[in-house]
């Protein structure tokens, strides 16, 4: 039982390069999230997903795109990488029910944008 | 102003001290009250989950909610250099487990 990975665990781009960040869960959960982290900002929403084939905006989703093809899978996408992108990018997953703020979250993403 | 506040500290306490970390809230539909802890570069990993006001103890960790006060804290006793992390409070009101994380503290446990 891996829980929640990540792909790729670092990566660099150059401003105007695009690039697909892979999140995958083992736990059949059916919400998933993906969250930026920046020194003095805590986490905060990108987007997520309640479901297979369902996305919603989070609280900063410009410059993001995100799919959500298979149960287990997230993606999230930057389609004209910006400077302003560089973060960690951590990708968590809930259950539903009485459980469904209780989220795990992957190892993280760490990607600067030159 | 932001929706949750939390002081970033940094924080250093000697080995067997007892910890407290706080966050206030402005946002009164918030029910669920969480600490995630966060080892440097690693992923957060939930520590205490709470649902209203009141207490909640796991081992030497107690979780305290004062919905009245729009205030929570997390205490930590007899701290162990293993306790050295961040510490983030996460709330939620009641759809899809949509959080609002504080901006964490950064706690350092010295031997």
């Known amino acids: 039982n891996a829980g929640v990975t990540q792909t790729p665990k670092f990566r660099v781009l150059k401003t105007g390069q695009s690039m697909t960040l892979l999140c995958a869960q083992d736990?059949?959960?059916?919400?998933m999230y993906w969250y930026r982290q920046d020194p003095g900002m805590g986490l905060r929403l990108i987007h997520y997903?309640?479901?297979?084939?369902?996305?919603a905006k989070g609280e900063v989703p410009d410059g993001y795109n995100v799919s959500r093809l298979k149960k287990q899978n997230f993606l999230l996408g930057l389609e004209s990488a910006a400077p302003s992108q560089t973060s960690v990018y951590f990708c968590?997953?809930?259950?539903?029910?009485?459980?469904?703020?209780?989220?795990?979250f992957g190892p993280g993403t760490r990607l600067t944008v030159l | 102003q932001k929706e949750v506040e939390q002081d970033p500290g940094p924080l250093s306490v000697p080995e067997g001290a007892i910890v407290s970390l706080n966050c206030t809230y402005s946002n009164s539909a918030f029910q669920y009250f969480m600490w995630y802890r966060q080892y440097s570069r690693k992923g957060p990993e939930l520590l205490m989950y709470?649902?209203?006001?009141g207490n909640k103890e796991d081992g030497r960790f107690t979780a305290q909610v004062d919905k009245s006060s729009k205030y929570i804290s997390l205490f930590i006793r007899d701290s162990q250099p293993s306790d050295s992390a961040t510490y983030l409070c996460?709330?939620?009101?009641?759809?899809?487990?949509?959080?609002?994380f504080g901006q964490g503290t950064i706690l350092t446990v010295h031997p």
């Open positions: 968590a997953s809930s259950p539903t029910g009485t459980r469904h703020n209780e989220q795990f």
């Open positions: 709470t649902y209203s006001s």
């Open positions: 997903s309640v479901g297979e084939g369902t996305t």
């Open positions: 736990m059949n959960h059916e919400y």
């Open positions: 996460a709330m939620s009101g009641t759809s899809y487990g949509k959080l609002t």
